[in-house]
């Protein structure tokens, strides 16, 4: 498709200005710039219409099956959209007084309660805008917390190796060292590997569950009285809280402190990094070290206060305000009934389109069913026919349906990780599951078919590794 310079023709443009009629500013010479800045001169009718083609060159669950597995690509309701667009909230200045904005301060405030209900704990912050930042967050509240007590020979975080890797990396960059601790037979944690691990350098354990197999650690209980008794605290990464709202709680299974996805689990848009939102909780003996500002409600108006030893903002103003109205309007409109059937019908329509494809695709680790999501194996379809999860994610585009996560986890080879949320009805099922063997059998019949797929989208198989490396993100000028 042409870009925005290509479809440039000179002179061409929107006059809807006036004249300039104030004085213009003047500044020195070595201020400006030698040359004019290269714009491109488009009338509006242009303009509309190269953004309309952009948009249609990708994939959003508004155009099909969006089973990213790990990411919860769940419909995004409308309504949610048009309550954030309301002019009292988008209008909002982040500095106006408090008084002024009761309404937002008392969304942020009900939204932490419903979470806070939701996960178990007692306090909440809304400040991280992503779930990585909401783990580093926790983090940062761990190493408060020992540090309050001059415990400061705790410098490990255990991360288990079926763990999300932004687990990792959180940890790290909150200066803490990694240890890894492996997975048994079942794909949960090993609690000899996890004995044999803790100590008192433990600071903490993080745990993704369910974990990136899509499963629940049966050994949760066990797992963070581990923890416990050699004195580390535990954190529950809750991305994936989709597959258990509503039926189990971090704080019961023994959890400090766990952040969410917004984004994922409560609905809010995402992808293509945009707003998102990864509220942190924790226990009462944690919520002094929360960053502040926090919301609290008393004599009938709400106002802001900061905790006590309060680790400090990690992000400006409240965070992603947009984001928590979608996360509330989502929240009130299931209700006590709705959060724990969605977690429910999340959880059937994984097992439903895993039962589907048992027959030929191999299932890394679900013998007793999966939670929201599964992950397939492919290692014995590329021994037999060379066909790779690479080629199979990229002939699904073929036909429309957003590829599953590809070689995630990372102890899967040929790992291909679905999700298919609750919003899809039994015919997408269906359908994806029909595909899904139709390319089983291309691989056996015409494996070459596979191998160049997709054959029907604008671009194919970019080169991965240098546009990462290289990313060409300005437009090179002839001369
Ligand atoms: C998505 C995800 C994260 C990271 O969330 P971001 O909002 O992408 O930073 C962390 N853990 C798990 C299990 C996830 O699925």
């Given at each position: 498709?042409?870009?925005?310079?290509?479809?440039?023709?000179?002179?061409?443009?929107?006059?809807?200005?006036?004249?300039?009629?104030?004085?213009?500013?003047?500044?020195?010479?070595?201020?400006l710039?030698?040359?004019?800045?290269?714009?491109?001169?488009?009338?509006?009718?242009?303009?509309?219409?190269?953004?309309?083609?952009l948009?249609?060159?990708?994939?959003?669950?508004?155009d099909?099956f969006?089973?990213?597995?790990?990411?919860?690509?769940?419909?995004?309701p409308?309504?949610?959209?048009?309550?954030?667009?309301?002019?009292?909230?988008?209008?909002?200045?982040?500095?106006?007084?408090?008084?002024?904005?009761?309404g937002?301060?008392?969304?942020?405030?009900?939204?932490?309660?419903?979470?806070?209900?939701i996960t178990?704990?007692?306090?909440?912050?809304?400040?991280?805008?992503?779930?990585?930042?909401?783990?580093y967050?926790?983090l940062?509240l761990?190493?408060?917390?020992?540090?309050?007590?001059?415990?400061?020979?705790?410098t490990k975080?255990?991360?288990p190796?079926s763990?999300?890797?932004t687990?990792?990396?959180?940890?790290?960059?909150?200066?803490?060292?990694?240890?890894?601790?492996?997975?048994n037979a079942?794909?949960?944690?090993?609690l000899?590997?996890?004995?044999?691990?803790?100590?008192p350098?433990?600071?903490?354990?993080?745990?993704?569950?369910?974990n990136t197999?899509g499963?629940f650690?049966?050994?949760?209980?066990?797992?963070?009285?581990?923890?416990?008794?050699?004195g580390?605290l535990?954190?529950?990464?809750?991305?994936?809280?989709n597959?258990?709202?509503?039926?189990?709680?971090?704080?019961?299974?023994?959890?400090?402190?766990?952040?969410?996805?917004?984004h994922?689990?409560?609905?809010?848009?995402?992808?293509?990094?945009?707003?998102?939102s990864?509220?942190?909780?924790?226990k009462?003996?944690?919520e002094?070290f929360l960053?502040?500002?926090?919301?609290?409600?008393?004599?009938?108006?709400?106002s802001?206060?900061?905790?006590?030893?309060?680790?400090?903002?990690?992000?400006?103003?409240?965070g992603?305000?947009?984001?928590?109205?979608?996360?509330?309007?989502?929240?009130?409109?299931?209700?006590?009934?709705?959060?724990?059937e969605?977690?429910?019908?999340a959880?059937?329509n994984a097992?439903?389109?895993?039962?589907?494809l048992?027959?030929?695709?191999?299932m890394?680790?679900?013998?007793n069913?999966c939670?929201?999501?599964?992950?397939m194996?492919?290692?014995?379809?590329k021994?037999?026919?060379?066909?790779?999860?690479?080629?199979?994610?990229?002939?699904?585009?073929d036909?429309?349906?957003?590829?599953?996560?590809?070689?995630?986890?990372?102890?899967?080879?040929?790992?291909?990780?679905?999700?298919?949320t609750?919003?899809?009805?039994?015919?997408?099922?269906d359908h994806?599951?029909?595909l899904?063997?139709?390319?089983?059998?291309?691989a056996?019949?015409?494996?070459?078919?596979v191998?160049?797929a997709?054959?029907?989208?604008p671009?194919?198989r970019p080169?991965?590794v240098?546009?990462?490396r290289?990313?060409?993100?300005?437009?090179?000028f002839?001369?």
């Amino acid at each position: 498709m042409q870009l925005l310079f290509e479809r440039s023709h000179p002179g061409r443009g929107m006059e809807y200005l006036p004249p300039c009629d104030t004085p213009p500013a003047v500044f020195d010479a070595d201020m400006l710039r030698a040359q004019p800045p290269r714009l491109p001169e488009l009338s509006e009718v242009d303009l509309d219409r190269h953004y309309t083609e952009l948009s249609k060159q990708t994939h959003g669950v508004n155009d099909g099956f969006y089973p990213l597995g790990s990411c919860t690509m769940k419909y995004n309701p409308r309504v949610n959209e048009a309550l954030a667009a309301l002019p009292g909230f988008s209008e909002l200045h982040p500095l106006q007084p408090a008084e002024t904005a009761q309404g937002a301060l008392e969304v942020l405030f009900r939204t932490e309660k419903l979470l806070c209900e939701i996960t178990g704990m007692t306090g909440m912050t809304m400040q991280p805008a992503a779930g990585a930042h909401g783990e580093y967050t926790g983090l940062l509240l761990i190493r408060s917390y020992h540090k309050s007590r001059g415990d400061t020979a705790r410098t490990k975080i255990l991360v288990p190796d079926s763990a999300h890797g932004t687990n990792p990396a959180s940890a790290a960059m909150a200066g803490f060292t990694v240890v890894s601790v492996p997975s048994n037979a079942q794909g949960g944690v090993d609690l000899d590997a996890l004995k044999a691990a803790v100590g008192p350098d433990t600071a903490g354990l993080m745990l993704t569950n369910p974990n990136t197999l899509g499963l629940f650690d049966p050994n949760i209980l066990e797992i963070t009285r581990i923890v416990h008794e050699a004195g580390g605290l535990c954190y529950y990464d809750g991305a994936n809280l989709n597959a258990v709202m509503g039926h189990a709680r971090p704080g019961d299974m023994g959890f400090d402190c766990v952040h969410l996805n917004l984004h994922k689990t409560f609905s809010p848009p995402h992808g293509g990094g945009g707003p998102g939102s990864g509220p942190v909780g924790c226990k009462a003996f944690l919520e002094q070290f929360l960053p502040g500002p926090r919301v609290k409600y008393e004599d009938n108006r709400y106002s802001f206060f900061t905790p006590e030893h309060s680790l400090g903002r990690v992000r400006g103003f409240y965070g992603n305000f947009a984001v928590v109205v979608r996360a509330l309007a989502y929240l009130l409109t299931l209700g006590r009934q709705g959060i724990p059937e969605a977690a429910e019908n999340a959880v059937l329509n994984a097992n439903y389109l895993m039962h589907k494809l048992a027959g030929h695709y191999d299932m890394a680790c679900c013998e007793n069913g999966c939670m929201h999501e599964f992950v397939m194996d492919l290692s014995r379809l590329k021994e037999e026919t060379g066909v790779t999860a690479m080629d199979v994610a990229k002939r699904l585009l073929d036909f429309g349906i957003h590829p599953p996560t590809m070689y995630f986890p990372l102890i899967v080879h040929e790992a291909l990780m679905v999700e298919p949320t609750e919003t899809e009805s039994v015919e997408t099922l269906d359908h994806a599951a029909d595909l899904f063997l139709q390319i089983w059998q291309e691989a056996h019949e015409q494996p070459d078919l596979v191998h160049g797929a997709p054959h029907t989208t604008p671009i194919g198989r970019p080169d991965e590794v240098t546009a990462a490396r290289k990313p060409v993100v300005r437009y090179a000028f002839e001369s």
